[in-house]
């Protein structure tokens, strides 16, 4: 095991930085963190790869986003761990350790952007900004207790972020407090809209709730009570069979659909750096390549038609002022170093990719709330809204959890 | 000057290939040409710069719209030119040379997809894919007498397309026929949607009228009363003020907007690559990049919110059932060799993306139909509808021109 950096006690620095803002702005004050595949000028971008970091030269310009918040006032503290290639949702690194989640310190922070969560899980960070295409925001938000968004897709710019899963791939906020994330997210949204439209209704995505251990079910009925409490909407009840199909099933947004398009998008952006360079890969990540190797790349064609069809279905559905609520992740953190037996890793992967993938597939912002505790453990509610609706889904949330 | 290929008599051509479809398919019998910024497995791709060729290695996977159309049952005949890291409308590329514009021999194809236009126009290939920015599929389209399509922003899957303006750029199609667009597109697209809403409305941009030359006027008209002889819908003129805020003007899409969107983001995909390996760059493009090199990306980052004020105004805006009219480009294509004087690059260049940013700042799906002809030349008649209307477009374009 090679460690590339001195850790603090948190395990989530990669580098400390203090990059003053550009100028003053509405995030005068705050300091944020950049997940370790967002370029920041002058400085290595890993990858959370040992040997991508050591075959590309530092970029000359920050990526967009950060100097969108660097000019909004914010001042950038440090470049933090992601997981190898951004491919897990663990956050156990082999190159750069396993970044502490504070509220749970046994447990696994998850990842892929592991370092943002524990920067600002640990109170280093006012916010950190991070990466999300098959969760790898809102299931570090979701485990370390924090707030996370994953914009509509392409909301905020990538350039400078390294091109991932071009279909799937989101630039997004994870931050400790509701009105830190709304503000971030903002920033980076750049919108001019006018004030959103009231929410109207609140729906509970009841496959989601199936997929999730029962102590989450039940953690997650607690809290739709207080939401109808707190806003007279009575949160009711769809099936994954309404908005798609008739007999159709919420994993059918993985399974055969984005799963197949996330592989075949990473074949042609990392895929092929690997298989022209064969760099030292870390194990876990090694196991799980084998899969994208052996992908059969023609036959997977047609998940792409269901994806778009699906994007489809559940737009259509999503009215304006309606949001669907479900678990983030369908599990409180796994133990550190529990994801040891191909079982596991499938239970939990595969559980947790049957919910994030919803989102991902259509294309919705979603917003993960710290709002549940099972075990004496973090675990997110989701909020999500039809395509492009960031700007109500974060007055939505406002509205429900203050 | 380095000639990295042997030409043939259309100068289109990097390389000529045959690689017979995965499957047959909708697209059987058609021959296609790739942009040589689109990967195809085991050929370099050179982003139009042998500098760029010679630093990467060959992918190992086919672009996935590459794949998409081979398992249509196209068969793909060629890799073709491009501009310089496609950072050019005009064609004329020092390392690959002029492709043949095959309805006026004696002018620019216009680019950067020259070598797909040219490759279309010569009846070598029946549709060519490219990639579009600022008008790189709709300006050789309209100088070349060729149909051509800008997809809505993301709406074809980017990898294995060198990154180039993440929040900009699309994949597109360009063909000689509107059946064999219209095909080849959908394909892309891969929509399960239900047939699309009819046309409805057929609206003029009259700011994009008063930036052409007026014998483009006069051919735009004739062609407006063709269409509305057809559908029995009276086109009707429309000012930018009137989308967008009073007083606002067209040229504010390109100018301190989607211009300096593409600089910045430029900036951090080619410019961090050329300021760290320091290559063999072309005079015009040197010349070029010199205006990205000063560029104040840190003053530019208001255009973001410029950018997506006007994404939301002119979405706003045109309704569903809604094309919008105005002419692809203000002009014929230049003499070849005539765009020798800053004098000559300003006016080609400035006048022609204050047409092409409306739709690339709106993120408008825009197809360009070769309906014009003014001194013996091609210039096309572009139609444009919503964000994500691509297939309403389509239809709307069949209904209008048959």
């Given at each position: 095991m090679t460690r590339l950096s001195e850790p603090d006690h948190t395990g989530a620095f990669v580098e400390h930085l203090d990059l003053p803002p550009h100028r003053s702005g509405p995030l005068d004050g705050l300091g944020f963190t950049v997940k370790d595949n967002i370029d920041i000028a002058g400085h290595k971008t890993s990858y959370g790869s040992p040997a991508w970091r050591d075959a590309h030269p530092a970029p000359k310009h920050n990526a967009l986003c950060v100097d969108q918040l660097l000019a909004a006032g914010a001042r950038c503290i440090g470049k933090v761990v992601a997981d190898e290639f951004t491919y897990s949702l663990d956050g156990e690194s082999q190159f750069y350790g396993t970044p502490r989640?504070?509220?749970?310190?046994?447990r696994i922070p998850g990842g892929s952007s592991s370092g943002s969560a524990a920067s600002v899980a640990a109170g280093l960070a006012d916010f950190s900004i991070g990466t999300d295409s098959g969760g790898s925001i809102r299931v570090p938000a979701s485990l370390c207790g924090l707030w996370g968004i994953r914009p509509?897709?392409?909301?905020?710019?990538?350039?400078?972020?390294?091109?991932?899963?071009?279909?799937v791939s989101t630039v997004g906020v994870l931050a400790a407090r509701r009105e830190h994330l709304d503000m971030a997210t903002r920033m980076l949204l750049r919108s001019g809209k006018a004030p959103a439209r009231p929410l109207r209704q609140i729906l509970v995505l009841t496959d989601a709730l199936e997929v999730a251990d029962e102590a989450v079910r039940t953690a997650v009925q607690a809290a739709l009570t207080r939401i109808a409490d707190r806003t007279g909407i009575t949160p009711e009840p769809v099936r994954f069979s309404q908005i798609a199909d008739a007999g159709a099933s919420l994993r059918e947004c993985n399974e055969n659909a984005l799963r197949d398009l996330q592989t075949a998008e990473f074949q042609s952006t990392v895929g092929n750096w690997i298989e022209a360079h064969n760099p030292e890969l870390g194990f876990t990540f090694s196991m799980a390549y084998g899969n994208v190797l052996a992908f059969d790349r023609i036959a997977a064609l047609d998940s792409l038609d269901r994806c778009e069809r699906l994007f489809e279905a559940i737009n259509s559905f999503l009215e304006p002022g309606v949001v669907i609520c479900f678990p983030t992740t369908p599990v409180i953190a796994p133990q550190k170093g529990s994801l040891n037996s191909l079982e596991a890793v499938i239970d939990f992967y595969d559980r947790t990719m049957t919910i994030t993938a919803f989102s991902g597939v259509a294309r919705l912002p979603e917003v993960t709330a710290p709002l549940l505790t099972v075990d004496g453990c973090p675990v997110g509610l989701s909020f999500a809204a039809a395509h492009y609706q960031d700007e109500f889904l974060l007055g939505a949330v406002k509205t429900m959890l203050g």
């Open positions: 989640n504070a509220k749970a310190p046994d509509s897709l392409h909301r905020i710019s990538e350039a400078g972020v390294l091109p991932f899963m071009p279909s």
